[in-house]
């Protein structure tokens, strides 16, 4: 089998929040002026983090997870980018054993080295203990050092470096600063494009900070990962074909609508649909298409000017009254309702397509990886929202829990709208998406 090598780092950490995505970008930044060709992975379901990582290294982020996508569409992807890249990162999710799979598996799955990321504030020789537990923890994976964020000085680094074995070397540290850290806000960091050049003054921090530590010096010795190439049939569990050849998909995207998976879109387009964009948020009308899709994004923080653009709403009335299939996800769902309660407690009457309320609820949210039972066929996905909706229709089927019984979230089909909380993630089932853009299938629930 055809197979290609390349360098390849996986940076984890024991919990979230430890500054993974920090590193990786500043990491990135620093390849990037330095003329490196860098190709970042983000492990799980993300959206915002491939942003930020997207903008640091100037190419692509693609998500990555063994159950959503399947094993051989995730080597496909690693393949591709070792063409390509002189380096390949891979920023992990949650801790490094958290998740079925977790970051680990997927490490030791395509055999990617490991950096252990950890926010040593408040700790020292502790958190060499952290990282030689979790190095040890398995057989399988290969830790190959520490990288210390928020080292408060020259002395606390040397504390932890002391404390780890010479097998488990310090690789570098990131001085505790304000000046490269990522701004935040409710579902996770902040859009890329709403802080454009604040982003950047902090890629280039964390990449002096790093330069300064010679931290690219770890990739001079490391050997060369082998990435073997997948045959196309097994990719998206069967050839797919040009089942959308004729079909034009209008997709929401704007500062409202922004959670778009490229390699949802790249399928559309691989089975032959034409792809277009509109802003719900600033166009006035639809562009001609056969099919729509409301991915999720921020509506709540823009709900007031969703509402006021009258003139959008009655064109996608208009689509949904003909019967045209809609695809409806999170905060698309959202929109769909008849209002939205934003997070200041104001309510703003939305699209109107699906009966019931939408309300944000503050920190408290849901999520976890989900199959969405659909009369197309299943399709992978996940949940991740803070708000909750309510007085809707009675559901078609709920999503069915990765590992756990309990009902996953609501389904609802109205006429041609098909419409969750879920993410979607179109490669875990090709024809499906396709049978759902085209509308042929599910007929039997129209109004």
Known sequence: MTSIECPALFLTAPASGQGKTTVTAALARLLKRQGKDVRIFK????????????QASGNPVVQIDLWMAGD????????LAAQQADLILVEGAMGMFDGEPSSADLAARFNIPLAIVIDVKGMAQTAAAIAVGLASFRDDINVIGLIANNCGSDRHRQLIADALPPSLPMLG??????????????LGLVQAHEVHDELEKRFEAGADVL?????????????????????ADKITQGTPTQWLAGTTVAIAKDEAFTFIYD??????????????????????QLPAADALWLPGGYPELHAKSLAKNHEM??????FYTANKPILAECGGFLYCLQTLTDLDDDTH????????????RGKRGCQGMQVAPLPEGDIRGHAHHRSRSTQTPEPIAHGVRQRHPAPGEAIYRERQLTASYLHLFFPSNAKATADLFLGQAGMSYVN
């Open 43 to 54: 492990t799980g379901p993300d959206y915002l983090d491939p942003q930020i990582l997207a």
């Open 72 to 79: 051989p569409w995730c080597q496909h992807q690693f393949y």
């Open 173 to 186: 540290n990131v001085a505790r600063s304000e000046a490269i850290a990522l701004p935040e806000r409710h």
């Open 211 to 231: 330069d300064a530590a010679g931290f690219t010096d770890i990739f001079r010795d490391m050997t060369p990962v082998n990435f073997e190439a997948v045959t």
């Open 263 to 284: 390699a949802n879109v790249a399928l559309l387009e691989t089975m032959g649909a034409t792809t277009v964009y509109f802003s719900p948020l600033h166009d006035q």
């Open 313 to 318: 709403i009655t064109d996608i009335k208009a």
């Open 349 to 360: 009457i939305m699209a109107g397509l699906i009966a019931g309320e939408g309300a944000m």
